[in-house]
T-cell receptor, first 112, second 114 residues
Framework: KQEVTQIPAALSVPEGENLVLNCSFT??????LQWFRQDPGKGLTSLLL?????REQTSGRLNASLDKSSGRSTLYIAASQPGDSATYLC???????????FGTGTRLQVFP | DAGVIQSPRHEVTEMGQEVTLRCKPI?????LFWYRQTMMRGLELLIY????????DSGMPEDRFSAKMPNASFSTLKIQPSEPRDSAVYFC????????????FGDGTRLSIL
């Protein structure tokens, strides 16, 4: 069974800190990996998508890396702000299907 | 630019009743996905469509669940009869491609079966 684990499950930090969220997956044949953000009572918003041939993607203060050999991806958030408070989920497509496998999520709170 | 629109946002009903959830995808998106989110099981794919045709419904939990997409701008997820364990948040998402483009999610329907 393919599993996607995210550590930590919850994180509370003061604003301004640089953060690293972790995502581990067991499928060695992933097609790509995505990071999403989910605000309370809302749907998911796609943040970054990394193809399996890529090592990282950047968008503003966000940087996501992918290491297929070790089955890991990290989301780096620079200079965190209270507006970054949300749940962050990683997900990947397997090699031969269109199905997204989601991680368990990290609930982030950034306080002023 | 309108995103994915789901209705209703909240639904509370008694077990045994029929429940119909609705979704309007983003115009031009060929793929539509139905997900269910619970605390215990996280986010699970129920079914997805390509050009209005169901491609994979292996995530549909039981025969009580059915989904249709009569045209490119509308899809429904129906539960009949509903049970308390169906209580969850149901999301609809759409995308231009199945894998190389991100999925755009609606705000979900919070379903409570009493």
């Amino acid at each position: 069974k393919q599993e996607v684990t995210q550590i930590p499950a919850a994180l509370s930090v003061p604003e301004g800190e640089n953060l690293v969220l972790n995502c581990s997956f067991t499928d060695s044949a992933i097609y790509n990996l995505q990071w999403f953000r989910q605000d309370p009572g809302k749907g998911l918003t796609s943040l970054l998508l990394i193809q399996s041939s890529q090592r990282e993607q950047t968008s503003g203060r966000l940087n996501a890396s992918l290491d297929k050999s070790s089955g890991r991806s990290t989301l780096y958030i620079a200079a965190s702000q209270p507006g970054d408070s949300a749940t962050y989920l990683c997900a990947h497509h397997t090699g031969n299907t269109d199905k997204l496998i989601f991680g368990t999520g990290t609930r982030l709170q950034v306080f002023p | 630019d309108a995103g994915v629109i789901q209705s209703p946002r909240h639904e509370v009903t008694e077990m045994g009743q029929e429940v119909t959830l609705r979704c309007k995808p983003i115009s031009g998106h060929d793929y539509l996905f139905w997900y269910r989110q619970t605390m215990m099981r996280g986010l699970e794919l129920l079914i997805y469509f390509n050009n209005n045709v169901p491609i994979d419904d292996s995530g549909m939990p039981e025969d009580r669940f059915s989904a249709k997409m009569p045209n490119a701008s509308f899809s429904t997820l129906k539960i009949q009869p509903s049970e308390p364990r169906d209580s969850a948040v149901y999301f609809c998402a759409s995308s231009l491609q199945a894998r190389n483009q991100p999925q755009h999610f609606g705000d979900g329907t919070r379903l409570s079966i009493l």
